[in-house]
């Protein structure tokens, strides 16, 4: 079992920085992949950034050159720096870390970007 906490949500004015956190606890030996997704009011949720245990990186189109996914593997800790925040970032921001045959969700947290 592993178990995701996020934090770092909040309210930002366009064009601010948020850095969201999410901390693991438990066995992540039979994790593959780790990443940040995010889910609007209407909308599906969606990936926003990621990467393979082996540390490649990913990003959605959308988010590319100002969100930056980063890990300190001995806090077991992921991160994910947004900067120049738009309002259509405003979104309920999850982190999953899953594999082959398991997916664990953090709870969530709230990101509103608006003046």
């Known amino acids: 079992q592993v178990q995701l906490v996020e934090s770092g949500g909040g309210l930002v004015l366009p064009g601010g920085s948020l850095r969201l956190s999410c901390a693991a606890s438990?066995?992540?030996?039979?994790?593959?992949?780790m990443g940040w997704f995010r889910q609007a009011p209407g909308k599906q949720r969606e990936l926003v950034a990621g990467?393979?245990?082996?540390?490649?990186?990913n990003y959605a189109d959308s988010v590319k050159g100002r969100f930056t996914i980063s890990r300190d593997d001995a806090k077991n800790t992921m991160y994910l720096q947004m900067n120049s925040l738009k309002p259509e970032d405003t979104a309920v921001y999850y982190c999953?870390?899953?594999?082959?045959?398991?997916?664990?969700w953090g709870q969530g947290t709230q990101v509103t970007v608006s003046s």
């Open positions: 990467f393979t245990r082996l540390g490649t990186a």
């Open positions: 438990g066995s992540i030996f039979s994790i593959d992949y």
């Open positions: 999953r870390y899953w594999g082959t045959s398991v997916q664990y």
